[in-house]
C-alpha cells in the first residue's frame, strides 16, 4: 500500500482513538458534575431540616 | 469445669450489609454453663449475631471470642467447640442417616465414631432409619437428626436459631430434654420467638432492637425489668411471641 | 493428617452422592456424544481427514463439558443448603478447595474415560498411537487447570445472583490461554507425531498455568466460599 | 482531591499530547518503505496505550491483593476505577492495533500474539465487571472482584506466552517492533506521548476515584437524612 494511502487509516485511528480518550473524560466530567449537584441538593435539604 | 471461665466474651462488635448496619457497638460476656436467651423483633440483628459466633459471618469491626478463641483470628478452634442448630437442617438429602452423621463425624475427629452415632440416634429416637436415605424425612425428622448432627463432637457452646420454628411437639419434648439434660455442663445460647415457653430454661437474657442490646442481664434475669422493656420494644407482653 | 482426614470425608461424600444419582455424569456423557456427533456433520462436508480438525473437536468437547460438571460441584451444598453446615466444620477453607478439586478432576477424568476412547474410534486415524503416553500427559495436565481454575471460578459463581450463568463467563476468557496450548500439542500428536521436542514448550506453558492456578486457587479459597 | 493537581495533570497531558502530535505528523520524517512508511506513525500512540493499559491492570491487581489483606473499600474502589481505565485505554489500543493490521498485512484482523492477548485481556476485565454486577451485598462484591482481578492478572503472562506459540506456528516472524532502531526525533515523540499518557491516565484516576467517592457521599447524606426523620 502506497504511503499516501495509508494516510487516512491512520488519520482515522488516531481521531477514534482520541475519540475514546476524550469521550471517557467528558463522561467522567459529566457524572461528576451530575453526582455533584445531587450532593448540594441534599446538603441543602440536611440544613433546612 | 470452672464456672468462671467466660463462654463468650463479645467486644464491641458491628456488622454492617452494604450501607445498611445490622448490629451496632454490641458487648456482652456470657460465663460457662449459663443460658442465654436472645430476643427480639424481627431484623433485629439476632441470627446475624448467632452466625458471627458461630463464625459463619465475620464481624465487620469488633471481636468475639468464644471459649477464649478469637472468632477473627482462631475461627477453626472457636468451631472445634460449638455446636449449631438453625432451621436448615444441615443434612444431605441423599446420604443415609449414619452417612450423614459419619461425615460430620469425621469432619469433626470425633473419637469411637459409630459408638457415638449409636449413642446420639438413642436420644433422638431415630435408630430404626439409620439405613434410610433422610430425603423422605419428615420436618420433625429432620429436625431431630439436626440436633444429633449438632451433638455429634459434644460442643462445649451450643448455639441455637428459633429451634422450635417448626418442630411436631415429640420433637420439642426432645429438644427440650436434651437442653435440659446438658444445661449443667453446656452453655446455651438461644436465639428464640416462644419467649413465655423458653423463659424457665434461660438463666441470662439479652434484648436486641435494631442492632443495639436494649436489655442485657449479667446477675440472672430481672423479670420486672426484662418484662417491661420487652413490652417496649416488641410491642406486647411475654405471653406473646416478638416478631 | 486432620486436613487429609477432613478432605477424604468431603471427597468421599460427594462420591457418593454423585454415585447415587448419576445426574452429572449421565448429563456429561450426553452432552460430549451429541457434540461429537454435530462436529461431524459441521466439519465432514469439507474435511476429509478429520483428524487435522480432532485437537480442536476434543478440546471444545472437553472444556464445555467440564462446565456442567463444575456447575454442580456445589449443587449438593447449595440447593440443600448444606454450605453452613460444611462451613461451620473446623477445616481450613483450603482444604475445602483440595477436596473438590479433587472430586471434579476425578469426575472429569472418570468422563474421559469414557468420552475420549469413543471420540478416538469416530474421528482419529491410529497414527498418534505411538506418543499415547504424550497424549495421556496433556489430558492429565489439561484436566488438572480446568479443575484448578474451575473450583475457584464455579465457587464464585454460585454465590451470585447469575449462579451458573456467571461461570462461563468467568471461566472461558481465563481458559483461552491454556485451551491454546492443549490444542497445539494434541494436534501435533494427531497429525506429526515424530519429533517431541516442541511438543515440550505447550507443556511447560501448560505446567506453569497448573501451578499458578491451583496456588491460587488454594490460597484465595478462603474469600470466595461462604458470606 | 486538590484542584491545582488535576489542572497541572490535564494541562501536563494535553500539551504533551498536542506537542507530541506535531512531532509525529511535521517533524518527523516518513520512514521508507521498508521501515513500513506512513502506518508507522501509529507506533507512538500504540506502544504508550499498550503500556498504560497494562499498567492500570496491574494497579488493578495489586490493589486487589491489598483489599484482601485489608478489607478496606478504598482499595477496592481503586482496583475497579483502574481497571475501568485500563479497558478504556485496551479499547484505544485495539483501534491502533487493528489499524495497524489492516496497514502492515492489509487485513482487519490478523491473529497477531499482541492482538490476541489483548482480546483476551479486554474479555477478562469484561468478565471482571460482569462478576461485579452480579453481586450485590458490598463485601462479597469486594472480595469476589478482588480475587478474580487477581486470576485476570496472573492470566497475562499465560496469555502473551501462549498466543506467541500460534504465532510460531501460523506465520514466521514477519516483523519486530524491535527493529525501528528510534532515532533522537523519534524517541522525542514517543516519549512525549508517554508522558502525556501517563498524565492522562492519573487525571481520569483522580476523577474516577472522586466520582466514587462522591456517590459514596451522596448515599452518606441520604442515610443522614433518612435517620433524622425516623
Given at each position: ?7 487516512p487509516?491512520?488519520?482515522?485511528a ?7 480518550l476524550?469521550?471517557y473524560c467528558?463522561?467522567?466530567a459529566?457524572k461528576?458534575?451530575k453526582?455533584?449537584?445531587e450532593v448540594d441538593h441534599?446538603?441543602e ?5 | ?7 463468650l466474651?463479645v467486644?464491641?462488635?458491628s456488622k454492617m450489609f452494604?450501607r445498611?448496619?445490622i ?5 456482652f460476656t456470657?460465663?460457662t454453663?449459663?443460658?442465654?436467651l436472645?430476643?427480639?423483633p424481627n431484623?433485629?440483628?439476632?441470627t446475624?449475631l448467632l452466625?458471627i459466633l458461630?463464625t459463619?459471618l465475620?464481624?465487620?469491626?469488633g471481636?468475639?471470642?468464644v471459649s477464649?478463641?478469637?472468632?477473627k483470628k482462631?475461627?477453626?478452634?472457636v468451631r ?6 438453625s ?14 452423621l459419619?461425615f460430620?463425624?469425621?469432619m469433626y475427629?470425633v473419637?469411637?465414631l459409630?459408638?457415638r452415632?449409636?449413642e446420639?440416634?438413642?436420644m433422638v429416637?431415630?435408630?430404626?432409619r439409620?439405613?434410610?436415605t ?6 420433625g425428622m429432620?429436625?431431630?437428626l439436626?440436633?444429633a448432627r449438632?451433638?455429634?463432637?459434644k460442643?462445649?457452646i451450643m448455639?441455637?436459631?428459633?429451634p422450635?420454628t417448626?418442630l411436631d411437639?415429640?420433637?420439642?419434648d426432645?429438644l427440650?430434654g436434651?437442653?435440659?439434660?446438658m444445661?449443667?455442663?453446656t ?12 423463659l ?5 437474657a ?5 442492632g443495639k442490646i436494649?436489655?442485657?442481664s449479667d446477675?440472672?434475669?430481672d ?7 420487652y413490652g417496649?420494644?416488641?410491642?406486647r407482653?411475654?405471653e406473646h411471641?416478638?416478631? | ?5 477432613q478432605?477424604?470425608?468431603i471427597?468421599r ?5 454423585e454415585?447415587?444419582s448419576k445426574e452429572?455424569f449421565?448429563?456429561q456423557?450426553l452432552?460430549?456424544v451429541?457434540?461429537m456427533?454435530i462436529?461431524?456433520f459441521?466439519f465432514?462436508p469439507?474435511?476429509k481427514n478429520?483428524?487435522?480438525v480432532g485437537a480442536?473437536?476434543l ?12 456447575n454442580?460441584?456445589?449443587v449438593?451444598e447449595k440447593?440443600e443448603e ?5 462451613l461451620?466444620?473446623?477445616v481450613?477453607?483450603a482444604t475445602i478447595f ?11 477424568t472418570?468422563?474421559?474415560?469414557i468420552?475420549v476412547?469413543?471420540?478416538a474410534f469416530?474421528?482419529?486415524t491410529g ?5 499415547l503416553?504424550w497424549?495421556?500427559?496433556i489430558l492429565l495436565l489439561?484436566n488438572v487447570?480446568?479443575?484448578g481454575v474451575g ?6 459463581s454460585?454465590n451470585?445472583r447469575?449462579?451458573?450463568l456467571?461461570?462461563p463467563?468467568l471461566?472461558?476468557?481465563v481458559?483461552?490461554p491454556v485451551i491454546?496450548?492443549?490444542v497445539?500439542?494434541t ?7 515424530e519429533s517431541?521436542?516442541e511438543?515440550s514448550?505447550?507443556?511447560y506453558t ?6 499458578m492456578?491451583v ?6 479459597y478462603?474469600?470466595?466460599?461462604g458470606? | 482531591m486538590?484542584k491545582?493537581?488535576v489542572w497541572?495533570?490535564?494541562a501536563?497531558s ?14 518527523l520524517p516518513?520512514?521508507s518503505?521498508?521501515?513500513t512508511g506512513f502506518s508507522q ?8 496505550a499498550a ?5 492500570a491492570f496491574?494497579v488493578?491487581f ?6 484482601l ?12 476505577s483502574s481497571a475501568?481505565?485500563?479497558l ?11 489499524t495497524?493490521d489492516?496497514?502492515a ?7 497477531d500474539p499482541?492482538?490476541v492477548t489483548y482480546?483476551i485481556?479486554l474479555?477478562?476485565?469484561g468478565?471482571?465487571f460482569?462478576?461485579?454486577s452480579m453481586v450485590?451485598?458490598?463485601m ?8 478474580f482481578?487477581?486470576?485476570a ?5 499465560v ?8 504465532k510460531?506456528?501460523?506465520?514466521p ?8 532502531g528510534?532515532?533522537m526525533n523519534?524517541t522525542?515523540?514517543?516519549l512525549?506521548?508517554?508522558a502525556?499518557m501517563?498524565?492522562?491516565y492519573?487525571?481520569m484516576?483522580m476523577?474516577k476515584l472522586?466520582v466514587e467517592?462522591?456517590m459514596?457521599?451522596v448515599?452518606v447524606?441520604?442515610d443522614m437524612?433518612e435517620?433524622?426523620?425516623?
Amino acid at each position: 500500500m502506497p504511503d499516501i494511502e495509508m494516510a487516512p487509516y491512520v488519520l482515522a485511528a488516531y481521531v477514534l482513538g482520541w475519540a475514546v480518550l476524550v469521550g471517557y473524560c467528558v463522561y467522567l466530567a459529566a457524572k461528576m458534575s451530575k453526582i455533584g449537584k445531587e450532593v448540594d441538593h441534599l446538603k441543602e435539604l440536611l440544613k433546612k431540616e | 469445669m470452672n464456672q468462671d471461665k467466660l463462654a463468650l466474651d463479645v467486644r464491641s462488635v458491628s456488622k454492617m450489609f452494604g450501607r445498611r448496619q445490622i448490629l451496632t457497638d454490641i458487648s456482652f460476656t456470657l460465663k460457662t454453663g449459663e443460658f442465654l436467651l436472645i430476643v427480639g423483633p424481627n431484623g433485629a440483628g439476632k441470627t446475624t449475631l448467632l452466625k458471627i459466633l458461630a463464625t459463619l459471618l465475620s464481624p465487620g469491626s469488633g471481636d468475639a471470642f468464644v471459649s477464649g478463641f478469637s472468632v477473627k483470628k482462631n475461627p477453626t478452634k472457636v468451631r472445634e467447640r460449638i455446636g449449631f442448630i438453625s432451621h436448615n437442617h444441615l443434612l444431605y438429602r441423599d446420604l443415609t442417616t449414619y452417612e450423614n452423621l459419619k461425615f460430620y463425624g469425621e469432619m469433626y475427629g470425633v473419637k469411637d465414631l459409630d459408638a457415638r452415632i449409636d449413642e446420639l440416634l438413642n436420644m433422638v429416637e431415630l435408630n430404626h432409619r439409620r439405613y434410610d436415605t433422610v430425603r423422605n424425612f419428615s420436618r420433625g425428622m429432620f429436625q431431630r437428626l439436626a440436633i444429633a448432627r449438632a451433638l455429634l463432637h459434644k460442643p462445649e457452646i451450643m448455639f441455637l436459631d428459633e429451634p422450635h420454628t417448626g418442630l411436631d411437639p415429640h420433637a420439642v419434648d426432645i429438644l427440650d430434654g436434651m437442653m435440659r439434660d446438658m444445661s449443667s455442663t453446656t452453655t446455651f445460647v438461644m436465639v428464640t420467638h416462644h419467649i413465655e415457653s423458653t423463659l424457665s430454661l434461660g438463666t441470662q437474657a439479652l434484648i436486641l432492637d435494631e442492632g443495639k442490646i436494649q436489655y442485657c442481664s449479667d446477675t440472672g434475669i430481672d423479670l420486672e425489668r426484662f418484662r417491661s422493656i420487652y413490652g417496649k420494644v416488641c410491642g406486647r407482653g411475654i405471653e406473646h411471641d416478638c416478631d | 493428617m486432620t486436613a487429609i482426614r477432613q478432605g477424604w470425608a468431603i471427597l468421599r461424600k460427594d462420591l457418593l452422592l454423585e454415585m447415587r444419582s448419576k445426574e452429572v455424569f449421565t448429563s456429561q456423557f450426553l452432552f460430549v456424544v451429541m457434540a461429537m456427533v454435530i462436529f461431524y456433520f459441521a466439519f465432514s462436508p469439507n474435511i476429509k481427514n478429520l483428524t487435522t480438525v480432532g485437537a480442536g473437536m476434543l478440546w471444545v468437547a472437553i472444556t464445555f463439558t467440564s462446565l456442567l460438571g463444575l456447575n454442580r460441584s456445589f449443587v449438593h451444598e447449595k440447593d440443600e443448603e448444606c454450605l453452613d453446615g460444611l462451613l461451620l466444620c473446623p477445616v481450613d477453607r483450603a482444604t475445602i478447595f483440595a477436596a473438590k478439586f479433587i472430586g471434579n478432576f476425578f469426575f472429569l477424568t472418570t468422563l474421559e474415560v469414557i468420552a475420549v476412547p469413543i471420540f478416538a474410534f469416530f474421528f482419529l486415524t491410529g497414527t498418534f498411537l505411538p506418543n499415547l503416553g504424550w497424549f495421556l500427559l496433556i489430558l492429565l495436565l489439561g484436566n488438572v487447570g480446568i479443575c484448578g481454575v474451575g473450583t475457584l471460578l464455579a465457587t464464585i459463581s454460585m454465590n451470585t445472583r447469575a449462579r451458573d450463568l456467571l461461570l462461563p463467563v468467568l471461566f472461558l476468557p481465563v481458559m483461552v490461554p491454556v485451551i491454546i496450548p492443549m490444542v497445539l500439542a494434541t494436534n501435533y500428536i494427531f497429525t506429526q507425531g515424530e519429533s517431541m521436542s516442541e511438543l515440550s514448550v505447550w507443556l511447560y506453558t501448560m505446567a506453569i498455568f497448573d501451578i499458578m492456578y491451583v496456588v491460587a486457587g488454594y490460597v484465595l479459597y478462603d474469600f470466595v466460599i461462604g458470606d | 482531591m486538590k484542584k491545582g493537581v488535576v489542572w497541572v495533570l490535564g494541562a501536563i497531558s494535553v500539551v504533551a499530547l498536542a506537542v507530541s502530535l506535531y512531532w509525529i505528523f511535521v517533524v518527523l520524517p516518513i520512514v521508507s518503505r521498508e521501515q513500513t512508511g506512513f502506518s508507522q506513525k501509529i507506533f507512538y500512540f500504540h506502544m504508550p496505550a499498550a503500556i498504560i493499559s497494562f499498567v492500570a491492570f496491574m494497579v488493578t491487581f495489586i490493589a486487589s491483593i491489598l483489599f484482601l489483606a485489608k478489607k478496606d473499600f478504598k482499595y477496592d474502589i481503586l482496583a475497579y476505577s483502574s481497571a475501568e481505565i485500563g479497558l478504556v485505554f485496551g479499547v484505544v489500543l485495539m483501534i491502533f492495533g487493528i489499524t495497524w493490521d489492516k496497514l502492515a498485512w492489509g487485513v482487519w484482523w490478523t491473529w497477531d500474539p499482541r492482538l490476541v492477548t489483548y482480546l483476551i485481556l479486554l474479555f477478562l476485565f469484561g468478565a471482571y465487571f460482569f462478576l461485579r454486577s452480579m453481586v450485590s451485598e458490598r463485601m462479597k462484591q469486594a472480595r469476589f472482584a478482588a480475587v478474580f482481578g487477581i486470576i485476570a492478572a496472573l492470566d497475562v503472562p499465560v496469555s502473551f506466552f501462549s498466543t506467541r506459540l500460534i504465532k510460531n506456528v501460523l506465520h514466521p516472524v514477519i516483523f519486530s517492533r524491535e527493529g525501528f532502531g528510534l532515532d533522537m526525533n523519534m524517541t522525542i515523540a514517543l516519549l512525549l506521548a508517554f508522558a502525556g499518557m501517563t498524565a492522562l491516565y492519573v487525571l481520569m484516576l483522580m476523577l474516577k476515584l472522586k466520582v466514587e467517592h462522591m456517590m459514596e457521599d451522596v448515599h452518606v447524606l441520604k442515610d443522614m437524612i433518612e435517620s433524622r426523620r425516623d
